[in-house]
């Protein structure tokens, strides 16, 4: 019997399974899933990128609203300096001095930026800059800096006078100093260190000093200083019994040394006793017995800027 074999049945079956697979999504609905949630996570990483860059620059624009200017001093040899001067806003006004002169003011009303070189003064001497932007943000830098010169001069206030020391490399022909726009006085020096006390006249004066040595290098300083009065100061008996001090200064006795015989020394710090400085500016002590024999009395009193009187008695009883 001949048999008659069909392919038929299979191809349709065939194409049902096709059919079934792509009517449940297949790969191509699960690609264009995926697509599509890659563009969404990069749309929102970017927008994150932006946001975070924006609110680092509203934080950096808000930093240097803020900022004060910068200050810097470098010493460019061993006789100069650079002063630089910059900031992120306009400056209105930057100044230097030494010490306490009369300040220097530098172009810098508009600008960023400010930029300086200055001579460094022979001695020890304080560098003092300031700067301001237009905002009123304002910056101070101080340093002290020592330059060795020919000639070296210093101030050292020593009571009611002011010790002026010198020394050079060469020998000092001779010294010049005036008080404010005074006359002006010589001391003859011939020597390569010298050391004058000048006495300090009341209030606020200015002084300069130069000196000159033989090779005509000439060195100059000024210094303002406040010149206040010596306390007064009597040291007498009441005839036998006791020593009587009297003191008196217009800013008041702030402390009294004693020394007796060299050897018995007391100290009276006024200003803890009477805290009202009105009733120390008169003073008058009695407590002090006189003893048999050889009394060597020394009282030292200083007013309220430290400036002293010494006062130095003899009695035999």
């Known amino acids: 019997m001949n048999q008659i074999l069909s ?3 299979p191809k349709k079956k065939e194409k049902k399974v096709k059919q079934k697979k792509q009517s449940m999504g297949g790969p ?25 860059s924006y609110s680092m620059y509203q934080n950096s624009q808000l930093g240097n609203s803020q900022a004060n200017p910068i200050i810097s001093v470098e010493e460019t ?49 304080t560098l003092y800059v300031y700067a301001v932007d237009t ?22 206030v020593d009571g009611s006078n002011l010790k002026v020391t010198a020394d050079g490399k060469n020998e000092l022909s001779y010294m010049t100093y005036r008080w404010d726009e005074d006359e002006e006085q010589t001391v003859q020096i011939n020597s390569t260190t010298t050391e004058q006390l000048i006495e300090i006249p009341k209030g606020q004066h200015t002084l300069t000093v130069s000196v000159v040595d033989i090779n005509n290098n ?23 019994s006791n020593f009587v001090i009297k003191a008196s200064d217009e800013e008041g006795i702030k402390r009294i040394e004693i020394i007796l015989n060299e050897t018995e020394k007391s100290a009276i710090d006024l200003d803890k006793v009477y805290p009202d400085v009105e ?39």
């Open 7 to 9: 392919v038929e049945p």
């Open 28 to 52: 191509i609905e699960i690609i264009k899933i995926v697509k599509f949630f890659a563009v969404v996570m990069v749309v929102f990483g970017i927008c994150m990128i932006g946001t975070g």
């Open 77 to 125: 040899s061993e006789t100069q300096l650079t002063i630089s001067v910059s900031h992120s806003k306009p400056l209105q006004k930057v100044t230097y001095r030494w010490n306490n002169e009369d300040e220097v003011e530098l172009d810098a009303n508009g600008k960023r930026s400010v930029e300086q070189t200055i001579e460094i003064p022979t001695g020890e001497n």
């Open 135 to 156: 905002e009123g943000r304002e910056t101070n830098h101080q340093r002290t800096y020592t330059r060795q010169g020919d000639i070296n001069i210093n101030f050292e």
């Open 218 to 240: 000439t060195e100059t300083k000024e210094q303002e200083v406040k010149g206040v009065t010596k306390p007064t100061l009597e040291v007498t008996t009441d005839g036998s």
């Open 279 to 317: 009733q120390r500016k008169q003073f008058e002590y009695n407590q002090i017995p006189i003893r048999d024999g050889e009394n060597r009395l020394e009282v030292t009193v200083y007013n309220e800027s430290g400036v002293s009187e010494t006062a130095r008695v003899l009695v035999n009883k």
